[in-house]
């Protein structure tokens, strides 16, 4: 597939670019790839069009926009599975166009189109929210008074320098979204949603997350209860499925002089460059052009970086502790000056008798780490992680209310279609809606879920078992290496054997990782979650516990058993 999506990729390139009121797509759900530029491909029975009246991102009448893309081989034996889900997706509204690879006549690349009717059919059942009324605030006459002391500061501060991290938005224009309410999208008020223009309406993000959507539920085998473009893609019918970014994210020009080619190019600009890397985020921009999910990762993850400046500088605070105290250490000292003291051998046969100022090194390394600063440090970090999620919450909370993600859930979840295709023939009435929805028996449920609960019982068994694993290699290894021939290493066994240990440890946890998102995806598929918010949490749930014990393991071991 990846050989496949490179090749496309390679023909990727010369499109003109979009226009800057364009909106970008979104990454949605599960995509196998996707595209830097729209490309010049080889029209399928048809000549090449003129390259100056096209443009990449459209169809050949230069009008239809590439929604999606399906990459294909005409050699695949899974014809008739393409063709039925093909002819499933022309009865559902949306238009296609195929294009052949211009350097592997095999591979067929399917142009994807929503028009206007599909887009507004599918956003009203998927309850998409989109501005109707831009918002006006009032001020309260009692803080008038307030108000003119905050112009008289902000006139002060017009004289100070201008803060380096934040963005200039005078010259980025386009990184503070119109602040409008929003509502489900409905039809039969369409009259009260802001439209300009039909094409421009639903942008690039909603337009991919509705044709992925419409995907996700149309059947490739008639008469049964197979559907989804995930299953096509698995069985090899399908090499590839894709949305296009709206174009290069590189110009010749200044973005300050001749402004952004696209959003692509702009979050490029003033977000993922090196240069940046001291600017705040446009979590705006990143959410317009990723999507809610990626935005508010990105924004919990600029959060926590944020948070990370004042235990990073505890932490070093605490070193820096370490090495000052380092020759007042009492405990070094007397580990130092103990000439006198001989202690035993690690092995019985080839192993010398040791004194104890030989540990002189480790002791004052040991001191570095654990010192009396250190009591200090893990009481702020214990204080620092509750201050930490408190704040999140809060900040959560603002970018929900400005987002409109406030009761996200309850308004827009869905059935998974899996899970409509497995329980498709039981159905009950749905109490709130009134409509039959499928039904899962509560013994399947319970038996699911204790098959889930085993598995991750087992993976947890396999974790700690590693974990003694390499405890037992530690206690083996010790006397060996102290028997070694080599001069190099029989005097620095304990060395060796940790260095070795801690070795073996990071390509079990790196071999252990993959392995458990594979039977973490197995799992959760196994249990078949109703929505698509309980397949994440539930999968979620899994990494959490495989990682917190993958990870932890030898820490807690070293912290409770060692020694003891």
């Given at each position: 597939?990846?050989?496949?999506v ?9 499109v003109?670019?979009?226009?800057k009121?364009d ?10 790839s996707?595209?830097?530029?729209a490309s ?11 390259k100056?009246k096209?443009?990449?991102l ?18 695949n ?8 889900f093909?002819?499933n ?6 238009q ?26 599918y956003?009203?059942?998927m ?19 307030m ?7 902000s006139?002060?501060r ?7 991290m ?10 503070e979204?119109?602040?409008c ?18 094409d ?7 337009r ?34 894709f ?8 110009s010749k020009?200044s973005?300050k ?9 702009l979050?490029?600009?003033c977000?993922a460059?090196?240069g ?7 979590l ?37 502790y ?6 007042h ?8 000056q103990?000439?006198d ?16 100022s ?27 992680a509750t ?15 400005d987002?409109?993600l ?29 409509k039959p ?9 319970c038996?699911?879920l ?16 590693a974990?003694?694993?390499i ?43 993959v392995l458990y ?22 999968f979620t749930?899994?990494?959490?516990l ?10 807690f ?8």
């Amino acid at each position: 597939v990846a050989k496949d999506v490179n090749i496309f990729f390679d023909e990727l390139e010369g499109v003109n670019s979009p226009s800057k009121d364009d909106d970008s797509l979104l990454h949605h759900g599960n995509l196998t790839s996707t595209s830097d530029d729209a490309s010049r491909l080889e029209v399928v029975g048809e000549e090449v069009p003129d390259k100056n009246k096209t443009n990449g991102l459209y169809f050949r009448d230069g009008k239809c926009r590439i929604d999606y893309i399906l990459v294909y081989r005409k050699s695949n034996p899974q014809t008739e599975k393409r063709e039925v889900f093909e002819r499933n997706i022309r009865a559902e509204g949306l238009q296609m166009e195929k294009e052949s690879s211009l350097t592997n006549s095999d591979i067929i690349f399917v142009k994807l189109h929503a028009p206007w009717e599909v887009l507004g059919k599918y956003a009203e059942l998927m309850n998409v929210r989109m501005p109707f009324r831009r918002k006006i605030y009032y001020l309260h006459r009692r803080y008038k008074f307030m108000n003119r002391i905050e112009k008289q500061i902000s006139r002060f501060r017009g004289w100070l320098p201008r803060k380096p991290m934040k963005l200039d938005k005078e010259t980025l224009p386009d990184l503070e979204e119109n602040d409008c309410y929003t509502a489900p999208f409905s039809q039969q008020r369409i009259h009260h949603f802001i439209i300009h223009n039909k094409d421009t309406f639903f942008n690039n993000a909603t337009r991919s997350r509705i044709v992925h959507h419409i995907l996700q539920r149309v059947k490739y085998e008639e008469g049964k209860n197979k559907i989804g473009l995930n299953r096509l893609l698995s069985n090899g019918s399908y090499e590839a499925a894709f949305p296009l970014h709206e174009g290069s994210y590189r110009s010749k020009n200044s973005i300050k002089t001749h402004g952004a080619e696209n959003h692509r190019h702009l979050l490029y600009e003033c977000w993922a460059s090196w240069g940046v890397w001291y600017k705040y985020q446009p979590l705006d921009l990143v959410r317009r052009y990723f999507g809610e999910k990626i935005g508010l990762y990105f924004a919990w993850l600029g959060w926590y970086t944020g948070m990370l400046f004042p235990a990073a500088f505890i932490g070093l605070f605490v070193f820096l502790y370490g090495v000052t105290t380092l020759n007042h250490c009492q405990v070094s000292k007397e580990v130092c000056q103990a000439t006198d003291i001989i202690m035993c051998p690690i092995c019985d046969k080839y192993c010398p008798f040791m004194r104890l100022s030989d540990s002189c090194v480790y002791a004052k390394v040991t001191h570095l780490f654990d010192n009396g600063a250190t009591v200090f440090f893990a009481v702020f970090m214990a204080v620092w992680a509750t201050v930490f999620l408190e704040f999140w919450k809060r900040r959560r909370a603002v970018i929900a209310y400005d987002w409109d993600l406030i009761d996200w859930e309850e308004e827009e979840e869905e059935i998974r279609p899996q899970f409509e295709a497995k329980y498709s023939k039981k159905e009950r009435m749905n109490p709130i809606s009134g409509k039959p929805e499928p039904y899962q028996a509560f013994a399947d449920k319970c038996s699911r879920l204790i098959v889930s609960a085993s598995g991750i019982f087992f993976m947890i068994c396999v974790v700690i078992a590693a974990v003694f694993g390499i405890v037992i290699y530690r206690v083996v290894t010790v006397s060996t290496f102290a028997a070694f021939k080599w001069a190099l290493i029989r005097n620095n066994s304990q060395v060796a054997t940790t260095g070795t240990a801690v070795c073996i440890n990071f390509c079990i946890i790196m071999l252990l990782n993959v392995l458990y998102e594979k039977v973490a995806l197995f799992l959760t598929n196994l249990e078949q979650p109703r929505t698509e918010s309980e397949w994440e949490n539930s999968f979620t749930l899994k990494m959490f516990l495989f990682q917190f014990v993958n990870l932890n393991s030898s820490t807690f071991y070293i912290a409770f058993f060692l020694g003891r």
